[in-house]
């Protein structure tokens, strides 16, 4: 009779222990979307050892080696000398998926709060996929990165075609690769929604999800967050989403803004931006986001980075004059990395905007 007991609580440990190892957590999914190995015993290990796979992280390794070398490393020695003091909470609004930059200009938040226009998408699994669909899922998924790794932005428009096209739809791809490339280690990822008053419940049943949370440690083991939502940040969009009272929950924060398709510079964007303006201890942006003329003088400290030559041709009729005179006469330091559309270090602008008074002051 003992024996039998024994036998079968084996059988049930045997049981659970196929199940938990056929279940890719999600930071070795993500690593094998960034073309990192993942843990040995890993389900995925499977996948990790196919040609297309090798191919992959060949290919990821040469290509964010480059980047990090030509961007990301300049950006973090930037920021480690240029902003101080900075809060917990940071916004990227219009930043999509892009982690990389939320945590280059911000490396010590510890809630970072993304929003665009791209889909959420499933949870990614590649786990019981063909080795020819693998192959092919992953080459698209290095297609989708292909324009931030060379120019530092997403170009929206594609990014919508390319997030839906392939078995790795929507954002968590992109986001699975930014957080493992940049050495964080994924705890949970869970879909969220908001309700009217902009607190954040389950996504299950009826309530669609608006947003995903990933919970993240990174080398120093310290607990962080990160949320991605799906929202329309023009007046009518804000007004029918809670996404802008979710945000008023966490306090003041930092504000991230760059190829933000110049939203910032219209009326029909004021509410977002009065946002920004309001919630923000730090805002850090290129010539697309806030134009010059909204920061109050005596609310706001401004330093200038590199030069302004205008906007690119698509955008040219946002051309800030006032701009213009602060960086001819108001000392702009140079950079050696660049951002947003004028993504050359010889041509990009930098505006650092610090608040000298307190928070949602506003004459």
Known sequence: MVFAVIAALLVIANVAVVRAAGTPNPNDMARVLAGLAPAANSPLAAAAGTPGWRLHATTMDAAWASFEKRLVTRIRVWSAATLRAPRPVMFYMFGGPDFIHADAFFPDASVYVLSGLEPIGPLPDVAHLPEGVLAASLGALRQSLGNFLRYG??????????????????????????????????????????????????????????????????????????????TDLSNAGVKKSAFLKFCMKLGQGDALIKSASYLLHLGNFSKVRDFILDRSATILQDDSGIPVKYFTTGLWRLRLFGQYSGPIEEFKRFYQRELADLFRTGGAQGVNFGIGYNWHPRRTNILVANRLAAPGVRP
């Open 153 to 230: 932005y997403f170009i929206t428009r594609e990014m919508g075609t390319q997030l839906k096209t392939r078995k790795l739809s929507g954002v968590l791809p992109v986001l699975y690769v930014f957080l493992a490339r940049s050495g964080k280690t994924i705890n949970q990822v869970r879909f969220v929604a908001l309700n009217a008053r902009g607190e954040v419940a389950p996504a299950r049943g009826k309530r669609k999800p608006s947003g995903v949370r990933i919970s993240f440690t990174g080398p120093d083991g310290r607990p962080r967050t990160l949320y991605y939502f799906r």
